[in-house]
T-cell receptor, first 118, second 114 residues
Framework: GAVVSQHPSRVICKSGTSVKIECRSL??????MFWYRQFPKQSLMLMATSNEGSKATYEQGVEKDKFLINHASLTLSTLTVTSAHPEDSSFYIC??????????????FGPGTRLTVT | GDSVTQMEGPVTLSEEAFLTINCTYT??????LFWYVQYPGEGLQLLLKATKADDKGSNKGFEATYRKETTSFHLEKGSVQVSDSAVYFCALSDSGAGSYQLTFGKGTKLSVIP
């Protein structure tokens, strides 16, 4: 089956620093990757959609200068949280989407990254 | 816009009990429907899916049928196990909306007790 990895699984950083989270599709090429944020006991909130080789599309209310997304290859997307603050602490989940034969994208999710900003 | 409404939890069941988690949706096009499961501390795993009306998705004893007339995709399992304890998310992907983004319900936490 399709496997998506995320690195790191957990990260603690100090307020004001930046942290990069990697999302990789291990056994398929992902033309589209998604980044989600999940607050405790809540659903996933889509932050942005990235297509390989083009700029990410951010959802309303998501600061693109704070959450930098790079989708440099068909198997790797990165999310960089710049100048992190405690309110950025959250569970960040990526997903990758290869098109199936019917044109319906099925998303495969990474295991998530727990970010704690102190 | 698209939306997914699923029953609020938490749901607590005894082992071997019957499970139903209701899910209804609104969509502008012809969506594909999904159930995802999230175990504690982990990301989401696809549990099952259905891409057109009357399709039944099934996996690991779970089933859900795509009902266009009632815009529903209820999740069922005949006999739950302690290992089924997790949060379950109903979701749709609407090609008619011009993209393949997933719209999630709020999730239903299931706890199965021995």
């Amino acid at each position: 089956g399709a496997v998506v990895s995320q690195h790191p699984s957990r990260v603690i950083c100090k307020s004001g620093t930046s942290v990069k989270i990697e999302c990789r599709s291990l056994d398929f090429q992902a033309t589209t990757m998604f980044w989600y944020r999940q607050f405790p006991k809540q659903s996933l909130m889509l932050m942005a959609t990235s297509n390989e080789g083009s700029k990410a599309t951010y959802e309303q209310g998501v600061e693109k200068d704070k959450f930098l997304i790079n989708h440099a290859s068909l198997t790797l997307s990165t999310l960089t949280v710049t100048s992190a603050h405690p309110e950025d602490s959250s569970f960040y989940i990526c997903s990758a989407a290869p098109p199936d034969f019917a044109g319906h994208y099925e998303q495969y999710f990474g295991p998530g990254t727990r970010l704690t900003v102190t | 816009g698209d939306s997914v409404t699923q029953m609020e939890g938490p749901v607590t069941l005894s082992e071997e009990a019957f499970l139903t988690i209701n899910c209804t949706y609104t969509a502008t096009g012809y969506p594909s429907l999904f159930w995802y499961v999230q175990y504690p501390g982990e990301g989401l795993q696809l549990l099952l899916k259905a891409t057109k009306a009357d399709d039944k998705g099934s996996n690991k004893g779970f089933e859900a049928t795509y009902r266009k007339e009632t815009t529903s995709f209820h999740l069922e399992k005949g006999s739950v196990q302690v290992s089924d304890s997790a949060v379950y998310f109903c979701a749709l992907s609407d090609s008619g909306a011009g993209s393949y983004q997933l719209t999630f319900g709020k999730g239903t936490k299931l706890s199965v007790i021995p």
